[in-house]
């Protein structure tokens, strides 16, 4: 199963997880991928470029983003997710908080559920998970920014609500993927502690632990780039986070994270 497969992976080497979002409105890319046709070749040339998975997303989820019905987010969906699946192309992940829109997924072929909701959305949602043995991935997230927030703390408890809830729906811990939500509902400062969180994580829970950090506003805040000029600081940004733990990277420039995270990994066995 390629949900199975994916998993075993983590931890031999930094994995990559291409984005692609056929979205008119994401804060980076919104519109460029929404013919299947273009979801397709870009899905192609991310792989080529060293993504280990591509993550599909058809409702934006940035600051300010206007929600769609479930089925306007499949309409977006079904035929960009239905090509790159008939070819085999890469494990995919499907970035949704639907349980109907995760069910669908899976059922053709996917094989991860990212839910940026943290399964405190749709309780549906972990059910699919469990029906399907498709890796979870549950992002941590704050309905708004508080800097009196101690936000390890509020990740830990987050996160154990979360688990308990996987738990009894019946998915296995080793299905499930932490992601620590950067740019989320939290402060620039707790941007930096969330960036650099795996360790603690990874020490509260011993689960993997995914990053998406790429042209996130935080990076803007400290380099003042602008967001489609924010690589050099995505890229620094990264590594911090793969020195503090982390396994899996969401990013929008592969070429660019296969071949820092290639020099990395040399310089570390060196």
């Known amino acids: 199963m390629a949900a199975q497969d994916f998993l075993a992976r983590i931890g031999a080497k930094p994995l990559i997880m291409g984005i692609l979002n056929v979205t008119p ?11 299947p046709g273009a979801a397709f070749l870009r899905a192609k040339k991310m792989v080529e470029e060293g993504a280990d998975i591509i993550d599909i997303g058809a409702e934006s989820t940035r600051p300010g983003f206007t929600p769609v019905s479930a089925e306007e987010e499949w309409a977006r969906l079904e035929a960009p997710l239905a090509a790159i699946l008939r070819e085999g192309i890469a494990p995919v992940s499907v970035d949704t908080t639907k349980a109907e829109i995760a069910r669908r997924a899976v059922a053709l072929g996917a094989a991860i559920i990212n839910d940026v909701s943290g399964l405190h959305g749709e309780p549906a949602l972990a059910e699919v998970a469990a029906e399907s043995g498709a ?3 549950v992002m941590h ?7 009196a927030r101690d936000i390890l703390a509020d990740m830990r408890a987050f996160f154990a609500r979360a688990l308990a809830r996987a738990e009894q ?4 811990r080793s299905q499930v993927v932490l992601d620590p939500g950067v740019g989320f509902g939290k402060t620039f400062e ?8 795996a360790g603690a994580l990874k020490a509260a829970f011993g689960l993997p632990v995914l990053v998406g950090l790429s042209r996130k506003r935080f990076i803007g805040a400290i ?10 600081g995505t890229l620094a940004a990264d590594l911090a986070a793969l020195q503090a733990g982390a396994d899996i990277f969401r990013v929008h420039d592969v070429a660019e994270h296969a071949d820092a995270l290639k020099v990395w990994s040399a310089l570390v066995r060196a």
Request: glycine content about 10%; charged content about 25%; aromatic content about 2%.
């Open 25 to 35: 409105d994401s804060f980076s890319d919104g519109g460029r991928h929404c013919d």
């Open 190 to 197: 707790q941007n930096l502690v969330a960036a650099t969180s």
């Open 141 to 147: 997230h704050c309905a708004e920014a508080d800097p």
């Open 169 to 172: 729906a019946g998915v296995k």
């Open 223 to 232: 380099t003042g780039a602008p967001t489609e000029k924010r690589l050099a």
């Open 135 to 137: 890796a979870l991935v």
